[in-house]
């Protein structure tokens, strides 16, 4: 067998295309020859014994049965091809018998290049093509496979190379004695962009980019989980308000305001690390969660941000407007309730900021 060369088998089975109404209904004529041949035969069988009615009668049976068998073999042909699924036929070696038209805009490979490959060769990735034969032979060995039977999503591959998820449910049956495989395929990747995409919007705040108040919250309490099952972690939680937010508003108006937010959250996502969380949580107040750093690394980090953003004023339509941002810091601890337990104390560290003069960095007091 040739597993990996990604060549034709030995022998290449022929590729049916599908029958055209025309191979199936016959003409008049044609049809009372065809009865006329069996009726002959018929009698003859009989030994001429038979009268020529019950001999018509026998033929006419046989041609209408001859001909109801191809319409349901033309009918299956035609609902073959003009599935929305991708059909892959397979028999016991992985070679392909069947590959309909929408395996060939799915997949890339035309109907000609596909018949007589191996199956995995041709549109499993490299790293899974072992596995696939594998439990192709242990499904012979046994009768008995994870993969048939159900409906499951994986990663097949693409003519050009790139990789494109899909769901697949493979049947197997028996034909002449011997065991083949049909594969139910469906390109899967606009829908998971729309559900990847579904997932943004429920996590991110549709201005600045940012995680949004809920998500934010569910990663402190990721992190407070991960603090109390190891109790040497450390963890920060900064709230930040932008200072005197109400009158950018009402001197600028709220599309300036927004912008405003905009620049903000950009400046703030620059000085992130990638275990790092920045998030929106109200109208003009922020926060952060900064993993595995204590608070003295928390204030060095927010002194550096709080300086950035008093030296970045935000240029609007050929005006310079400054902005400046008070934060509060706390620690998380093991022993904290759940996540507003962080989130109040930082909260009253952000407010002895904004009450102290604003443009300045409080940590919670122990």
């Known amino acids: 067998?040739?597993?990996?060369?990604?060549?034709?088998?030995?022998?290449?089975?022929?590729g049916d295309t599908?029958?055209?109404?025309?191979?199936?209904?016959?003409?008049?004529?044609?049809?009372?020859?065809?009865?006329e041949v069996a009726a002959y035969h018929i009698a003859e069988r009989s030994g001429f014994k038979?009268?020529?009615?019950?001999c018509w009668a026998a033929a006419e049976e046989q041609i209408n049965l001859l001909f109801a068998l191809r319409e349901s073999k033309w009918k299956l042909e035609t609902l073959v091809e003009s599935a929305l699924d991708a059909v892959v036929m397979i028999d016991s070696s992985g070679i392909i018998t069947r590959w309909n038209t929408q395996a060939c805009k799915i997949f890339g490979w035309s109907r000609d290049e596909a018949i007589g490959r191996f199956i995995h060769t041709l549109i499993i990735p490299h790293r899974h093509r072992e596995a696939h034969v594998q439990g192709l032979e242990h499904y012979l060995a046994s009768g008995a496979g994870?993969?048939?039977?159900?409906?499951?999503?994986?990663?097949?591959?693409?003519?050009?190379?790139?990789?494109?998820?899909?769901?697949?449910?493979?049947?197997p049956l028996m034909s002449g004695g011997k065991p083949e495989f049909s594969a139910f395929i469906r390109d899967i990747t606009q829908r998971e962009r729309a559900v990847a995409e579904l997932r943004e919007m429920a996590t991110t705040d549709f201005l600045t980019g940012l995680a949004n108040r809920r998500h934010f919250v569910a990663r402190i309490g990721d992190e407070l989980a991960r603090m109390q099952r190891q109790d040497s972690l450390a963890a920060a939680l900064l709230m930040l308000d932008l200072d005197h937010f109400k009158r950018v508003n009402d001197a600028y108006g709220h599309a300036t305001g927004d912008a405003m937010l905009k620049h903000f959250a950009a400046l703030m996502q620059r000085e992130l690390r990638k275990i790092d969380t920045g998030g929106r949580v109200g109208g003009e107040e922020f926060a952060i969660l900064l993993p595995g750093a204590a608070v003295d690394e928390a204030r060095v980090f927010a002194e550096r941000l709080r300086s950035k953003v008093e030296h970045k004023p935000l240029v609007q339509?050929?005006?310079?407007?400054?902005?400046?941002?008070?934060?509060?810091?706390?620690?998380?601890?093991?022993?904290?309730?759940?996540?507003?337990a962080a989130l109040i104390r930082a909260d009253e560290a952000l407010y002895r900021a904004k009450d102290h003069g604003r443009n300045r960095v409080e940590v919670e007091i122990a």
């Open 1 to 14: 067998m040739d597993d990996h060369s990604g060549g034709k088998a030995d022998s290449k089975p022929k």
């Open 50 to 54: 038979s009268s020529p009615q019950t």
């Open 146 to 171: 994870p993969m048939m039977n159900k409906m499951v999503e994986i990663q097949a591959l693409h003519r050009d190379g790139h990789e494109f998820p899909v769901e697949l449910a493979i049947v």
């Open 317 to 340: 339509d050929g005006q310079t407007i400054p902005i400046t941002v008070s934060i509060g810091i706390t620690t998380m601890k093991p022993t904290d309730s759940g996540a507003d």
């Open 18 to 35: 599908g029958l055209s109404s025309a191979d199936w209904i016959p003409s008049g004529k044609e049809r009372s020859d065809m009865i």
